[in-house]
């Protein structure tokens, strides 16, 4: 016989492993029994290559063993590795809790501008009464953004230190300039509408909000800032029609029934006559705030807005007969209005990029004015 293991041998090398993997508390307690048993040089491994040296006889009543004991802790090793994962798997469950009820970790994301949103807001109350957004070029010629306009040659605002001019000429030879209002957007709808009903009319409801230019540079002027205009040319429309619509504009606004508006006779060139409109402001805990009444203690008016009929030279200009076509306008500062709806101070911070000042006063880009919330609400 050669060195082989007898029978009891084998069984016992066998049962010293299995009872080894049984006693094995982790994955790599489990891998060194498997290296010692069934590695390259592992003793089982060593037994199997006995096999080569034994007579046929031998061999014939060992191989079973020696592979049977082979198979037997390959097999427990296997069994155990799958019940070192279960209690591992099972010690996770009972001690790590996820709630999955919580909300999700909020991504990072960008707000909208105090002016955009109040842009969206404007669009929102005025379509509730009728109005489309009408735009335009934010570089003009002379004749839109001045002449149209009724505007005096002498006008101050013609100057070339209030106005940004371009060296380009338009087909006229005027310099072409940063239009200094949104008004050039009406005259070009009013133009449009008389060419496509052959100097016919037809009525006309706009608002013209956008970004506007003045060489103009302090603590509450910026050179750019943002402007909203609104045009109704119709039948028979007179300035109980301007009061109306502006009152009820401004309480949609700033979301209050109890404002009371003042219009103040003044001059404008393309409109007449022309009236300033200031609202009235109280003082709640210390703080002005748009409405309440006007006249009670440290109450007052605040100028907001400028309209007027729109001048009969405006309209006639625009390829429109005055006689039949009347109108209203009015024009009033976005910047201001966010500042006073929203309590910021500083108007040059609206445009310093700042995002701090931005997660501060942006809004939500679900936070949508809705029609619902608008009129009357
Ligand atoms: C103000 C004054 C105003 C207008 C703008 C206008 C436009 C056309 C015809 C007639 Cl096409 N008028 N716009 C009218 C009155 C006042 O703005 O203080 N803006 C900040």
Redesign the pocket.
């Known amino acids: 016989m050669t060195e082989g293991k007898n029978m009891s041998d084998i069984e016992a090398i066998k049962e010293n492993y299995l009872g080894q993997i049984a006693a094995a508390g982790d994955g790599d307690a489990l891998e060194a029994i498997r290296v010692a048993a069934l590695g390259k040089k592992g003793e089982i491994s060593l037994l199997l290559k006995t096999l080569g040296k034994m007579t046929p006889e031998e061999r014939q009543s060992e191989g079973p063993k020696i592979n049977g004991a082979r198979q037997a802790v390959a097999d427990a090793i296997a069994a155990r590795k799958d019940s070192i994962e279960t209690e591992a798997l099972n010690a996770r469950l009972a001690t790590e809790k996820l709630d999955m009820t919580l909300p999700p970790p909020s991504a990072p994301k960008g707000s909208i501008h105090p002016v955009s949103q109040v842009m969206d807001e404007l669009a929102e109350i005025f379509a509730d009464l009728g109005f489309s957004v009408a735009t335009g070029p934010e570089i003009e010629d002379d004749w839109h953004n001045f002449t149209?306009?009724n505007i005096p040659e002498t006008h101050p605002a013609r100057a070339m230190h209030d106005t940004f001019y371009f060296p380009q000429t338009d087909d006229k030879g005027m310099p072409k300039l940063l239009r200094t209002?949104t008004?050039p957007v009406?005259?070009r709808t009013?133009m449009d509408v008389a060419k496509q009903t052959d100097g016919e009319g037809a009525p006309i409801y706009i608002i013209a909000p956008g970004r506007t230019y003045r060489s103009d540079s302090d603590a509450t002027h910026t050179p750019m800032f943002h402007?909203v205009?609104g045009?109704v040319i119709d039948k028979n429309i007179h300035m109980g029609h301007l009061k109306w619509t502006l009152e009820t504009f401004v309480r949609a606004f700033f979301e209050r029934d109890d404002i009371e508006l003042r219009l103040r006779p003044s001059y404008?060139p393309?409109?007449e006559p022309?009236a300033?409109v200031d609202v009235g402001f109280s003082v709640e805990k210390g703080r002005r705030i748009i409405g309440g009444d006007p006249r009670g203690d440290n109450g007052g008016w605040m100028e907001i807005?400028?309209?007027?009929m729109?001048?009969p030279n405006?309209i006639r200009n625009c390829g429109l007969d005055p006689d039949i076509w009347q109108g209203f306008?009015?024009?009033?500062?976005i910047d201001r209005l966010a500042m006073l709806k929203y309590g910021m101070d500083d108007l040059r911070a609206f445009f310093d990029g700042d995002l701090r000042w931005m997660e501060h006063y942006g809004f939500d880009a679900l936070d949508v004015p809705t029609l619902s919330g608008g009129v009357g609400a």
């Open positions: 149209a306009l209002h008004s009406q005259i009013m402007q205009e045009l404008f393309f409109t022309s300033e807005l400028g309209s007027g729109v001048h405006v306008a009015f024009g009033c500062g």
